[in-house]
């Protein structure tokens, strides 16, 4: 088993930044792709970021190119999602998940939440207007 810990949530204002921390103990894979994904109320759970086990390989939805930046430490066994000129639309519990890493560019494919085998339990990023 593979328990992942996020922490860093919290309530900040529109075109504030937040830097979310995803911890991962246990069983943890000897190379593994971690992604980040939000829900909001009565919505669906949308695909964040992914980055690869070198972190040479990052992916990103549309919604938050250019504005968040996913990074990890291995030596810490921790991934980050830094998170600039956040808007109130960016207010959900975000989650950090993982699978193994096989190699490759990571492709569009980490946006399913299917493909994470472990998920944290949630952090809530609150953005006031």
């Known amino acids: 088993q593979v328990q992942l810990v996020e922490s860093g949530g919290g309530l900040v204002q529109a075109g504030g930044s937040l830097r979310l921390s995803c911890a991962a103990s246990g069983r943890t894979f000897s190379s593994s792709v971690m992604g980040w994904f939000r829900q909001a109320p009565g919505k669906e759970r949308d695909f964040v970021a992914a980055i690869s086990w070198s972190g040479g390989s990052t992916y990103y939805s549309d919604s938050v190119k250019g504005r968040f930046t996913i990074s990890r430490d291995n030596s810490k066994n921790t991934v980050y999602l830094q998170m600039n000129s956040l808007k109130p639309e960016d207010t959900a519990v975000y989650y950090c998940?993982?699978?193994?890493?096989?190699?490759?560019?990571?492709?569009?494919?980490?946006?399913?939440?299917?493909?994470?085998?472990?998920w944290g339990q949630g952090a809530q990023v609150t953005v006031s207007s």
């Open positions: 998940a993982t699978r193994p890493d096989y190699g490759g560019n990571l492709g569009s494919w980490v946006r399913r939440a299917s493909e994470y085998n472990y």
